[in-house]
């Protein structure tokens, strides 16, 4: 009856109201489950790869540009553009789609690169979200 599962379960029924009715096994129990959710949930926040802080530099950075015109990610002029075509509101709604799953592709890789330990790839990721966002590098 002395398993850990009787403890974690003693832990978290409590037959009486008073404090004192908490043994022994509950105290343990009750210590067991905490040092399980401290090292199953905070194990991976201590990890810090080789470009962390500038990956949250950069988010930092998106998240306090004004929202306008100028402040979300782009993308290459279209041909179309180039042959003074006039946009249409379909082309330019896809335009900010690819412009915006272009630049969070760049900073997906970026962490990706970051939890894969590779400061190279990492690096090359940032600067191109960098230029999706006209952030200078």
């Known amino acids: 009856m002395n398993t850990p599962r009787h403890w974690i379960g003693a832990a978290f029924s409590m037959p009486n109201s008073s404090p004192k009715s908490v043994g022994r096994p509950a105290s343990i129990g009750l210590l067991v489950a905490i040092t399980a959710a401290t090292l199953l949930c905070g194990g991976g926040a201590a990890h ?16 306090h540009a004004s929202p306008s015109a100028k402040s979300g990610p782009t993308a290459p ?10 946009p249409t509101p379909e082309t330019v709604r896809n335009a900010e789609r690819k ?4 630049a969070a592709a760049a900073l997906q890789r970026a962490r990706q690169a970051d939890t894969d330990d590779n400061p190279a790839a ?16």
Do not use: M, Y
Request: charged fraction near 25%; aromatic fraction near 4%.
């Open 48 to 63: 810090s790869g080789p470009c962390t802080s500038q990956i949250e530099e950069l988010e930092r950075q998106i998240g």
């Open 77 to 86: 002029q279209s041909i179309e553009a180039q042959l003074h075509h006039q």
């Open 99 to 102: 412009a915006n799953a272009d």
């Open 122 to 137: 990492c690096a090359k990721a940032l600067d191109e979200a960098k230029r999706h966002w006209f952030i200078a590098a």
